[in-house]
C-alpha cells in the first residue's frame, strides 16, 4: 500500500533548462517533458513499494529522474530488475493514452505529436547503456550475473563514461550543436567520473551490507584462494546473490574452509585489514 509519495527535489540541471524554456519560449514542450518524466518515475516508485523498499527521495532531471533508495545491493537483482523494468513499461501505457486521445480528439494534434515525440525520446535514452539512467542500471545487472560485484560495478562506469564519450563526439561531429544533448550527455559522463572516484567507497558498502545483513541467498558458489590471498582479494571475487564458502589452500595442497562472515567479521569488527585469510583460518581453527 503506497502511503505517502517520496520527497522531490529538482536538479539543478533541470533548473538550467526551465530557465532556457521560458527564454526562448518552449515552455509548454518542457511541461510534457516533465510529466512524462514523473510519469516514468511513478513506475519505479510503485514497483519498489510493492517490494517493500525503502525510498529516500526522487531527484528530477530532464530526460529522466533518480529514485534514491536504502537498498544498496540489499536485494535480488531479479527484484532490482523489475523496479528497473517499470520506468520503461509506464511509457507503453504513455503510448496508449496518447492512442485513445488521438481517436477521441480530446487534445490538439500539435500537443500529442509532441507528446509522442518526447515519450519516445525519454524511452530511448533511458535505456541507453550509462549509468544512472535505467539502461546503466540493466547493464550492471545482467553484468552481475556473469561477474562478482566489483567488476560488474567498476565495468559498468567504464562502459557509461566511453559511451557518453563516443555519443558526444558523434553528437558534436555529425549532427547540428544543440545546448541541451550537450549539457545532458556532459552531465552523465560527470556524473559516472565522480561515481568512479567514489568506487571503492561504493564497494565497501556493499561489504558492510553484506556483513550486517547478509546476502541475498539465491544460491551458493565456492571460491577457491592461496593462503597468502589477502582479505580484500577475496571479497573482490564476492557475488551477488551468492553465499561464499571460501576454501583456502595451504603448501602441501593442504585445504582448509572458511565460511565468509568470518572474512567480513575479521574485516569489519576485528579490523584486520592487512592479514592473509590463511591467517585469519589459523586463528579461527
Request: proline share 4%; charged share 15%.
Amino acid at each position: 500500500m503506497i502511503r505517502h509519495f517520496p520527497r522531490i527535489h529538482i536538479h539543478p540541471v533541470l533548473m538550467i533548462f526551465v530557465i532556457l524554456s521560458m527564454l526562448t519560449g518552449t515552455f509548454m514542450e518542457l511541461s510534457i517533458i516533465l510529466a512524462i518524466v514523473l510519469f516514468h518515475e511513478l513506475g519505479h516508485y510503485i514497483a519498489a513499494v510493492v517490494h517493500n523498499w525503502r525510498i529516500k527521495q526522487i531527484m528530477l532531471w530532464v530526460f529522466g529522474g533518480v529514485m534514491e533508495v536504502d537498498e544498496h545491493t540489499t536485494r535480488p537483482i531479479r527484484e532490482e530488475v523489475i523496479v528497473t523494468l517499470a520506468g520503461p513499461f509506464q511509457h507503453l501505457i504513455i503510448y496508449f493514452g496518447l492512442i485513445v486521445c488521438n481517436e477521441f480528439q480530446l487534445l490538439p494534434n500539435s500537443v500529442l505529436d509532441l507528446a509522442f515525440y518526447y515519450n519516445t525520446t525519454i524511452l530511448l535514452f533511458n535505456l541507453l547503456p550509462i549509468w544512472p539512467l535505467d539502461g546503466g542500471k540493466l547493464l550492471l545487472q545482467c553484468l552481475s550475473f556473469v561477474f562478482p560485484f566489483q567488476k560488474a560495478y567498476y565495468s559498468t562506469l567504464l562502459i557509461s563514461m566511453i559511451i557518453s564519450i563516443i555519443i558526444l563526439v558523434i553528437q558534436i561531429t555529425f549532427f547540428p550543436f544543440t545546448l541541451s544533448a550537450f549539457l545532458l550527455l556532459l552531465f552523465l559522463f560527470m556524473e559516472n567520473k565522480n561515481e568512479w572516484k567514489q568506487r571503492y567507497y561504493v564497494f565497501i558498502r556493499f561489504l558492510m551490507s553484506r556483513y550486517y545483513n547478509g546476502p541475498s541467498k539465491i544460491g551458493r558458489k565456492s571460491i577457491v584462494v592461496s593462503h597468502e590471498t589477502k582479505v580484500l582479494d577475496i571479497f573482490s571475487k564476492f557475488w551477488r546473490d551468492r553465499k561464499h564458502a571460501i576454501y583456502v589452500v595451504f603448501p602441501g595442497n593442504r585445504r582448509k574452509s572458511i565460511d565468509e562472515n568470518d572474512c567480513l567479521h575479521s574485516f569489519f569488527h576485528d579490523k584486520n585489514y592487512s592479514k592473509t585469510v590463511g591467517e585469519i583460518t589459523d586463528y579461527m581453527t
